[in-house]
Nanobody, 120 residues
Framework: QVQLVESGGGLVQPGGSLRLSCVASGDIFRLNTMGWYRQAPGKERELVAVVLGDGSINYADSVKGRFTISRDNAKDTVYLQMNSLKPDDTAVYYC??????????????WGQGIQVTVSS
């Protein structure tokens, strides 16, 4: 089993910043893609940012220039630095990792989700 634990969410005013963290633990063999998704009320889950195993990064157009994703492979952790937050960023944010677990099998797992609310 592989578990993901997210932290860092909360309530912030427009223009503020938050940093989300997601730590993977358990029977990890190798993590490839690590990313963040979000789901606002009444909307489908959408990609926010993802960092691939080779270090390449993709962002949703709506967060480019404001959000930064990074990973610490030694800690099996992915971060999402969110700056210049807007009310439209309000959502439950989910961490997702893909790779391989032990005994060797494909891994594609989600965190429990963490609330981010941007409001004055």
């Amino acid at each position: 089993q592989v578990q993901l634990v997210e932290s860092g969410g909360g309530l912030v005013q427009p223009g503020g910043s938050l940093r989300l963290s997601c730590v993977a633990s358990g029977d990890i063999f190798r993590l490839n893609t690590m990313g963040w998704y979000r789901q606002a009320p009444g909307k489908e889950r959408e990609l926010v940012a993802v960092v691939l195993g080779d270090g390449s990064i993709n962002y949703a157009d709506s967060v480019k220039g404001r959000f930064t994703i990074s990973r610490d492979n030694a800690k099996d952790t992915v971060y999402l630095q969110m700056n210049s937050l807007k009310p439209d960023d309000t959502a439950v944010y989910y961490c997702n990792v893909k790779g391989w677990r032990r005994p060797i099998a494909a891994l594609d797992t989600w965190g429990q989700g963490i609330q981010v609310t941007v409001s004055s």
